[in-house]
């Protein structure tokens, strides 16, 4: 069984910061690419950003050069620094990562169970 606890969600003001936090643990062999993903009611889950083992970063347009990514791979744990959030920021977001449970078994994508972030004055 493998599990995400996501934590960090909240309600901020439009320019304030929130850090979300992501840790996968369980019955792993490996994690790969890690990211974070959002949505909204009546919309499909978007893309926000991931982070590859090796440190390779990449970002949605919308949230570049306002949000980092980072990861600590010894935890199994991503991060998502989150600044200058907008209202359009306001959705639930899902953290997902690449998990091998075996030598032998191919990478799979797990999501966790996501967590609300509300930005609003």
């Known amino acids: 069984q493998v599990d995400f606890v996501e934590s960090g969600g909240g309600l901020v003001q439009p320019g304030g910061s929130l850090r979300l936090s992501c840790v996968v643990s369980?019955?792993?062999?490996?994690?790969?690419?890690m990211g974070w993903y959002r949505q909204t009611p009546g919309k499909q889950r978007e893309f926000v950003a991931h982070?590859?083992?090796?440190?390779?970063?990449e970002y949605s347009s919308a949230v570049k050069g306002r949000f980092t990514i980072s990861a600590d791979n010894t935890k199994n744990t991503v991060y998502l620094q989150m600044n200058s959030l907008k209202p359009e920021d306001t959705a639930a977001y899902y953290c997902?990562?690449?998990?091998?449970?075996?030598?032998?078994?191919?990478?799979?994508?797990?999501w966790g169970q996501g967590t609300q972030v509300t930005v609003s004055s």
């Open positions: 997902n990562a690449d998990v091998a449970v075996s030598s032998t078994s191919v990478p799979v994508v797990m």
């Open positions: 369980g019955s792993i062999f490996s994690v790969g690419v």
């Open positions: 982070t590859t083992p090796g440190g390779t970063t």
